[in-house]
């Protein structure tokens, strides 16, 4: 069984840095064959949105939200990938989550449990 472990979030004041990571348990991610990883997030009351994300060769793209203030990116062999987010605001506050694709994760819809990131003002 794969499943998806967000972790890292927390209560920050604005202003404040917090770094979230992705893994698997059960397989690791480059055994899985993964071709990117994304960044979502989640407010109450919104839609969830993209923040960030990191392909294999090294390609990133991210939000106009967060571009300057976040950074996506793994460690050597891509087991865990990682959002660096600086200068936190507080409509950064939302819960994140990390998705796969590519590999095991084709054609799934294969969502984690999500970390909390509080921003407070």
């Known amino acids: 069984q794969v499943q998806l472990v967000e972790s890292g979030g927390g209560l920050v004041q604005e202003g404040g840095s917090l770094r979230l990571s992705c893994a698997t348990s059960g397989r690791t991610l480059s055994s899985l064959g993964i071709s990117a990883m994304s960044w979502y997030r989640q407010a109450p009351g919104r839609q969830r949105e993209f923040v960030a994300s990191?392909?294999?060769?090294?390609?990133?793209n991210y939000a106009d939200s967060v571009k300057g203030r976040f950074t996506v990116s793994r460690d050597k062999v891509m087991n865990t990938v990682y959002l660096q987010m600086n200068s936190l605001k507080a409509e950064d506050t939302a819960v994140y989550f990390c998705k796969p694709s590519g590999g095991w994760f084709s054609g799934r819809d294969y969502w984690g449990q999500g970390t909390q990131v509080t921003v407070s003002s």
């Open positions: 990191l392909v294999i060769n090294g390609i990133t």
